[in-house]
């Protein structure tokens, strides 16, 4: 039982560390004013929205892990909600205040964050071998003879 508790109190950290990322990024985008970074290198709005949702989707992917989603359809469904929520946060911003606008190109570098991130999944959540870990390649020098 203590195991099943402490399973659960990792899915709920997880996705409270997700939800409340989400909520920066959303109360960032929708901020009518943005903290200014002094660096003029960091200073390229386009570099912000690809990172953010670079970040935004391999969260996502690893709040899904817990959960017993394959792996390959967890990378795809974490890029999904990284778009969507792109897509409305965009929305929300041409809809919603007045100080910030819509703006095709943010999308664009909000999707290229998370199909690099989609990418950089595969390395860092890779899928669990199917043979249970053990290699599917005998070497001979394991002591076993091959049949020619």
């Known amino acids: 039982m203590d195991k099943n508790l402490s399973a659960a109190r990792g899915k709920l950290l997880r996705g409270?560390?997700?939800?409340?990322?989400?909520?920066?990024?959303?109360?960032?985008?929708?901020?009518?004013?943005?903290?200014?970074?002094?660096?003029?290198?960091?200073?390229?709005?386009?570099?912000?929205?690809?990172?953010?949702y670079f970040v935004l989707t391999l969260l996502t992917c690893w709040v899904l892990l817990p959960w017993g989603i394959r792996q390959a359809r967890g990378r795809l469904t974490a890029l999904i909600f990284a778009l969507a929520f792109g897509g409305l946060v965009e929305i929300a911003q041409g809809l919603f205040t007045d100080a910030r606008s819509a703006s095709l190109l943010d999308m664009l570098a909000n999707a290229v964050g998370a199909f690099a991130a989609f990418g950089a999944a595969f390395l860092l959540f890779p899928a669990p071998r199917r043979d249970g870990g053990r290699s599917s390649c005998r070497s001979p020098l394991a002591g076993e003879k091959k049949a020619f």
């Open 16 to 52: 409270m560390v997700l939800l409340s990322y989400a909520g920066l990024l959303l109360w960032f985008s929708l901020a009518p004013r943005l903290p200014r970074i002094p660096l003029p290198a960091l200073s390229w709005d386009k570099l912000h929205h690809a990172g953010a």
